[in-house]
């Protein structure tokens, strides 16, 4: 653990993220952190899933703390099966431990409050880690705050499965929604809002900015090219290869440089594959490197944006003002990111192809139209992550003078 927060008992946030599949979660939870701290507050973010190189490095320069639980993943989607970091099934073992670790973590620390990513509105399998550590909340003195961390839209989930999410945010204080209702409502995706009441709130959508201080930072880089990327990259490669494959057959996006991004959850294997399949192209103008932290950068000086349709993904490249092209992940029943990027798409701030339509041929032909129109102009709530920040900074305040109140 690095970076401890040196604030008062009761003081700050203490945030609980665990990224199964992609990295998107963990950068979302990542970007809140650290508006937290710019608002001077002590935070500890606590991470289960596998570790993402550079950030807790780039969380501990910016005085938060980072906590990293044994690792969970999960593979080929099915998030029912959790695989510790060798890929073998979890055992109770390593269960516990992560709720001893996380629990010593909420007894040292005194949170104002406590902040739970997705769950109760995903997450299930980890149920047992959320139940404690909101049950040992709420026994503490003070109590904390307990605040429901979630995106704008849900995966579709059956009534009664749903009703179980309901049940279970009962002891959360505030539901923060990160995104805009204009666009989005969350009602769209759940179907018991009502019941919610006035503890729901939209924050806006958290978005990563361009951090010209970025480590690996390059001024030129990214400059009029093809930027492609798939996220954290676990089911990224094929995108990546079909992309490979697209750029013979682009007759002036061809001419230009392609930059593959690998994300830290891409097997090696798969990336030295396809270094190799540039290098016997001959395909002198593709970049096969790794994820970079100047991402949101490229972003803003690309010609064009290809990737997956992950939220994060999205928001940056809209943010960064660059034309983009989406094939949204949509296998194993997943449907929000092809429901979000068929709505931005309405608004005309980006292409989408269909994940069933991916060949070489016809991702050329949507990348060419795609570079073709003009960058994207929107009109979205992009404050997510400082709203979110002055939530906890309001409801530590409340904690505090509690606290106050109760010594005096």
């Known amino acids: 653990m690095t970076g401890a927060p040196t604030g008062k008992a009761s003081d700050g946030l203490l945030l609980w993220v665990t990224h199964l599949f992609g990295i998107g979660h963990l950068r979302r939870a990542?970007?809140?952190?650290?508006?937290?701290?710019?608002?001077?507050?002590?935070?500890?973010?606590?991470?289960?899933?596998?570790?993402?190189?550079?950030?807790?490095?780039?969380?501990?320069e910016a005085g938060v703390a980072f906590a990293?639980?044994?690792?969970?993943?999960?593979?080929?989607?099915?998030?029912?099966?959790?695989?510790?970091?060798?890929?073998?099934?979890?055992?109770?073992?390593?269960?516990?431990?992560?709720?001893?670790?996380l629990l010593a973590l909420l007894e040292a620390r005194r949170p104002a409050?406590?902040?739970?990513?997705?769950?109760?509105?995903?997450?299930?399998?980890?149920?047992?880690?959320?139940?404690?550590?909101?049950?040992?909340?709420?026994?503490?003195?003070?109590?904390?705050?307990?605040?429901?961390?979630?995106?704008?839209?849900?995966v579709a989930k059956p009534a009664e499965r749903q009703r179980w999410m309901l049940d279970a945010a009962a002891p959360f204080d505030e539901i923060l929604v990160h995104g805009d209702p204009t666009l989005l409502a969350f009602e769209e995706s759940f179907a018991f809002v009502e019941e919610l009441g006035d503890r729901l709130?939209?924050?806006?959508?958290?978005?990563?900015?361009?951090?010209p201080e970025a480590a690996g930072a390059e001024p030129e880089a990214g400059r009029d090219e093809v930027l492609v990327s798939a996220g954290g990259g676990a089911f990224g490669l094929r995108l990546l290869?079909?992309?490979?494959?697209?750029?013979?057959?682009?007759?002036?996006?061809?001419?230009?440089?392609?930059?593959?991004?690998?994300?830290?959850?891409?097997?090696?294997?798969?990336?030295?594959r396809l270094r190799a399949a540039a290098d016997a192209g001959g395909a002198a103008g593709v970049v096969v490197e790794a994820a970079r932290p100047d991402f949101p950068a490229l972003l803003g000086r690309c010609r064009l944006s290809i990737s997956q349709a992950g939220v994060n993904t999205l928001l940056e490249a809209l943010a960064a003002g660059a034309r983009s092209l989406v094939?949204?992940?949509?296998?194993?029943?997943?449907?929000?990111?092809?429901?979000?990027?068929?709505r931005f798409a309405a608004r005309g701030w980006l292409s989408v192809l269909d994940e069933a339509a991916l060949s070489p041929a016809r991702l050329a032909e949507a990348a060419e139209a795609a570079a073709a129109r003009a960058r994207p102009g929107v009109a979205m709530n992009l404050d997510g992550a400082r709203h979110s920040a002055e939530i906890v900074a309001q409801r530590t305040a409340i904690v505090r003078r509690a606290a106050g109140r109760e010594e005096g």
Do not use: K
């Open 30 to 60: 990542a970007a809140i952190a650290l508006a937290c701290r710019a608002q001077g507050l002590p935070v500890t973010l606590v991470s289960g899933g596998r570790p993402v190189p550079r950030l807790a490095e780039t969380l501990s």
């Open 68 to 101: 990293q639980l044994p690792a969970l993943h999960t593979r080929d989607g099915d998030f029912r099966s959790l695989l510790d970091d060798a890929g073998a099934p979890a055992g109770e073992a390593l269960l516990a431990e992560r709720r001893r670790r």
């Open 113 to 154: 409050v406590v902040m739970t990513e997705m769950y109760p509105f995903g997450r299930r399998v980890l149920r047992a880690e959320a139940e404690a550590l909101l049950a040992a909340a709420q026994v503490a003195w003070p109590r904390p705050a307990l605040l429901a961390s979630v995106r704008d839209l849900l």
């Open 201 to 211: 709130r939209y924050t806006g959508y958290v978005v990563t900015r361009p951090d």
């Open 241 to 272: 290869e079909t992309a490979l494959a697209a750029r013979a057959l682009c007759p002036r996006l061809g001419a230009l440089r392609w930059r593959l991004l690998l994300g830290p959850n891409l097997p090696a294997a798969a990336g030295e």
């Open 327 to 342: 094939v949204p992940y949509a296998e194993a029943g997943e449907t929000e990111q092809a429901t979000r990027a068929a």
